[in-house]
């Protein structure tokens, strides 16, 4: 018996839901007329998908295609499927989605799968599954990365998440709750949600002139657990909210979003840090997670739960010990303020400063748009397989910017921006 024994989409308002699609196409992706979508999204999100492909048609799309997984095909897979499939991804899949996009097409992605779905599952099978997707994906995931293209990611109140988010409540309740929650965040409980989006982007792009009009070298995270040094990239560029892909688009990347971000060096990190909320990655909570850096690289690491997990990720490919982006969230941001773990990284990235490990975006560079793999390798931007952000940040961490002169300059004081 599947998770939707019951019709819990009545729980979610139907006017918010149809803004979040409005905003997903508007600002989101600023969806250009003639322009093809591809469109991912758990079967369980189909009555946002309905909405945002309703409003990329209104907004003269070319052609929507969309792609659909389901949780319990998922589980079926790790229940029965020999063991030889857990080594094996559908390459033919990713490598269409990149002819798509090299093509011109802007990709959406609705996430709300269970956070924990493969909690209790064989972690070395996850593991290589996760690999082999990982690897599968790069021909589309270097399209995306490299921002060639206009992308959004939103989220649907999918039951099964909903009771991870309050397993306290009936599973209605819990749906109702984690829908208001995204709406919330993703600023659509409001009148104008569009002009809401465009004055919260201003803000954003305050702080990250704020930040490149600095160019330090390096910040300076210090904290319970936490004394580390992240070198930046030479040439870096701070970004936040809406940004312009290499196609001439405007778009906001993440709804929600809260953070200015850029690019580590990926062989100037030093230090100790540990994780201030737990990471949710491919159904697998890992908790207080502990690492040290030398020269950029993890060489030690350790978590309270899902250390196996963790392990395995690190051992992805060399750059999977490196850092591909930092990014500064205030701790009054609105989804820390909501008290709430979503178990999901859109949100819980939101919550708090955060580093993430693996590959880099070259758009956080100064010439991205124009610099080669080996210039941006050069210049301290990091390659992997994967890129998983994990929070380091709360109201007892500070940050400090670092000139290459030595010189300090107060950044946050206690979770909360200095200046």
């Not at 149809?18 to 189909?46: H, S, W």
């Not at 803000?203 to 992240?230: K, M, Q, S």
């Not at 690491?301 to 051992?315: H, M, P, Q």
């Amino acid at each position: 018996m599947t998770t939707h024994s019951r019709d819990v989409s009545a729980t979610i308002d139907p006017v918010k839901l149809d803004r979040l699609a409005e905003v997903a196409v508007k600002i989101g992706l600023q969806l250009q007329a003639g322009q093809d979508l591809v469109l991912t999204a758990p079967l369980a999100a189909l009555p946002l998908v309905r909405r945002i492909v309703e409003h990329a048609y209104k907004a003269g799309a070319g052609l929507v295609t969309p792609f659909f997984a389901d949780e319990e095909l998922t589980l079926t897979r790790y229940r029965n499927a020999p063991d030889a499939s857990f080594d094996r991804a559908a390459g033919w899949l990713y490598e269409g989605m990149a002819k798509a996009f090299e093509g011109g097409a802007a990709r959406l992605a609705v996430a709300g799968d269970n956070p924990l779905l493969l909690s209790s599952q064989d972690p070395a099978k996850v593991s290589r599954a996760n690999k082999a997707n990982s690897m599968a994906y790069q021909p589309a995931l270097t399209k995306i990365a490299g921002f060639d293209i206009n992308w959004n990611i939103v989220s649907y109140p999918n039951p099964s998440w909903a009771k991870q988010v309050f397993p306290d409540d009936p599973q209605d309740v819990a749906t109702a709750k984690l829908a208001d929650a995204i709406f919330a965040a993703s600023r659509v409980d409001v009148d104008d949600p569009v002009g809401a989006w465009k004055a919260h982007n201003a803000a954003l792009r305050r702080r990250t002139e704020w930040l490149n009009a600095y160019a330090f070298h390096a910040l300076h995270f210090t904290g319970p657990g936490t004394d580390l040094i992240v070198g930046l990239a030479d040439g870096h560029e701070w970004h936040g909210g809406a940004s312009t892909a290499k196609n001439g688009i405007t778009c906001n990347p993440n709804i929600p979003t809260e953070e200015v971000f850029t690019t580590p060096h990926a062989r100037r990190v030093e230090g100790h840090v540990t994780s201030t909320k737990p990471l949710s990655h491919q159904g697998t909570l890992i908790e207080n997670i502990a690492v040290r850096f030398e020269e950029g690289r993890i060489v030690e690491a350790g978590a309270s739960r899902g250390e196996e997990v963790l392990g395995k990720v690190l051992d992805t490919d060399e750059g999977a010990r490196r850092l591909g982006e930092v990014a500064l969230v205030p701790h009054s941001s609105p989804i820390s303020k909501s008290g709430l773990l979503f178990y999901n990284t859109l949100f819980d990235e939101n919550a708090a400063s955060h580093i993430a490990l693996g590959q880099c975006y070259s758009k956080c560079f100064l010439d991205g748009a124009t610099m080669s793999a080996e210039e941006i390798a050069t210049c301290g931007g990091n390659k992997s397989f994967i890129h998983i952000d994990w929070m380091i940040g709360s109201d007892k961490v500070d940050v400090d910017g670092i000139a290459k002169d030595g010189s300090r300059v107060p950044v946050m004081r206690g979770g909360e921006w200095a200046a």
